[in-house]
């Protein structure tokens, strides 16, 4: 199996912006169909802790 | 005399600081902890790309909450009815820092379990343990805040060098 080590050797270019085979399986994975979870996921942690802060910050709502 | 605007920033401060130490400790250091982990595998270099494109939006954001708390405290440290008080800014953070890990670990790790602390493990004890500290320091924090007493001796000298 000699194969397996060679390309292992190969040098592969990958980011979301290349214009690459791997860039672009990197490019598909992040936007793909569950991009929208995902950005809640990423967001949704911040949006409950500001709103707290901003409960604190302003006191309750008259 | 009021200590909201003083908390709040300190909150929003807590919440980059940790944030930073959870980026660079965890994601980068340690290799754990990735925004996707458990729904994009970190196990090849698409995988891994993918991740750190998510991370990489997390400390955005982390750096974005940083920024607005220090223009908060700016905006604190220039109204005469906001006491200048380090112990209730140093709790504010510690509070911070927990509340962002409580929230993020029921969030992330057990609602919608987009990752774990230690993905290999899966939901384990050491997501317990993450939200946990968040609880603690929560406690710890707001037990600073609460105990601070206007006049504490380390914040005298700010409190007379400062503009009225």
């Given at each position: 199996m000699p194969v397996v080590p060679w390309l292992a050797l190969v040098p592969v270019l990958a980011c979301p912006v290349c214009d690459t085979g791997t860039g672009?399986?990197?490019?598909?994975?992040?936007?793909?169909?569950?991009?929208?979870?995902?950005?809640l996921a990423v967001t949704l942690p911040f949006t409950l802790v500001a709103c707290i802060v901003a409960f604190i910050h302003f006191g309750r709502p008259k | 005399m009021t200590l909201r605007p003083l908390i709040s920033a300190g909150l929003l401060l807590g919440v980059g600081m940790g944030g930073f130490i959870d980026g660079i400790i965890f994601?980068?250091?340690?290799?754990?902890?990735?925004?996707?982990?458990?729904?994009r595998p970190r196990d090849s270099l698409v995988g891994l790309e993918i991740n750190m494109f998510w991370d990489g939006l997390f400390h955005a954001f982390t750096w974005i909450t940083t920024a607005v708390g220090l223009w908060l405290l700016w905006r604190a440290a220039r109204r005469p009815e906001v006491p200048w008080l380090g112990r209730a800014l140093v709790g504010a953070m510690v509070a911070g820092w927990g509340l962002f890990n409580f929230v993020e670990?029921?969030?992330?790790?057990?609602?919608?379990?987009?990752?774990?602390?230690?993905?290999?493990?899966?939901?384990?004890?050491?997501?317990?343990?993450?939200?946990?500290?968040?609880?603690?320091?929560?406690?710890?924090?707001w037990a600073m805040v609460a105990t601070t007493r206007p006049r504490d001796t380390s914040d005298r000298w700010v409190e007379a060098h400062r503009t009225p």
């Open positions: 672009r399986e990197v490019r598909a994975g992040i936007l793909g169909g569950d991009v929208a979870l995902t950005l | 994601h980068q250091v340690l290799q754990l902890h990735s925004m996707l982990s458990a729904v670990g029921i969030v992330d790790h057990f609602l919608l379990q987009v990752h774990h602390v230690v993905e290999s493990a899966g939901l384990s004890v050491w997501d317990w343990l993450f939200v946990g500290s968040g609880v603690l320091m929560m406690v710890v924090g």
